[in-house]
């Protein structure tokens, strides 16, 4: 009788002398019976979410229902679309859907995917959310000089943090042998490592470090083999917005 909801009763949605359309779906004549659809009269509502949603679009509607693994949405009568925990905010682990959507809140998502023959669409609403990285790939081309910390250095690769939530690759020059770190005498002051984010963000988006970039913390090094802990001065050779990837080189 629905494609929209489960009809318990028949009542729930005609009533004696009534008149409606149905649509044939079998006929039995043996036994004299005819089976009638009256949902299949109306249209399906996934026939018509397929043409209208295709992956990389967006969506607004209420949250329908809440669930521990996530949150349905309804797109339109009868079509709901399933956030995953996963995919609802970038920058932390939920420990339940309800710590951040409510039912009947009406959100915005991406359309992942539609399965027209499963009655499936799945949506994301944290790709909606713009993160460091998008804003770093915005305000970024290839060419630019930008500054990291190296965070490791393996088989000639150096994985180098941008900034918060911005690690990429540097392929690190053969002729520079990696050396190992030598140990220093400890610093007056602690080395606050989980500050370097901020600052090398505040860095490529003021073009300065700020006033607390030499207090307690490494500066770029000018030459020599990278090592990890060591903030140095890299060209971004390469940057794709749509896979989000960049690539580095070394400044000597």
């Not at 690690?167 to 050396?179: G, Q, R």
């Not at 000018?222 to 989000?244: E, L, M, S």
Request: net charge neutral; charged share 20%; aromatic share 4%.
């Amino acid at each position: 009788m629905s494609y929209a909801k489960r009809i318990l009763k028949a009542t729930e949605v005609v009533n004696l002398g009534d008149v409606v359309d149905a649509v044939i779906l079998a006929i039995d004549v043996p036994a004299r019976r005819i089976s009638l659809g009256l949902k299949q009269a109306l249209g399906d509502p996934w026939v018509e979410a397929a043409k209208r949603l295709s992956p990389g679009s967006v969506i607004e509607g209420p949250v329908a229902s809440i669930t521990k693994f996530g949150a349905f949405i309804e797109v339109s009568e009868g079509v709901q679309g399933l956030v995953h925990i996963s995919e609802i905010v970038p920058d932390r682990r939920l420990n339940h859907p309800s710590d951040v959507l409510r039912v009947g809140q009406v959100v915005k998502a991406l359309v992942l995917e539609l399965d027209k023959e499963k009655r499936q669409l799945k949506l994301s609403m944290k790709q909606l959310i713009p993160t460091s990285l998008d804003e770093f790939l915005a305000e970024h081309k290839a060419g630019d000089a930008v500054t990291g910390r190296v965070v490791s250095v393996e088989n000639g690769i150096a994985q180098v943090e941008l900034g918060e939530g911005i690690f990429c690759p540097c392929k690190l020059p053969a002729a520079a042998p990696i050396a190992a770190p030598t140990p220093e005498p400890a610093p007056s002051g602690k080395v606050d490592l989980s500050a370097f984010s901020s600052m090398l963000k505040t860095k490529w988006k003021t073009g300065s470090a700020g006033p607390e970039s030499t207090a307690g913390k490494p500066a770029a090094s000018a030459a020599g083999p990278a090592q990890p802990g060591q903030v140095r001065n890299f060209r971004i050779t390469q940057i794709d917005p749509t896979a989000k990837q960049i690539s580095l080189e070394l400044v000597p």
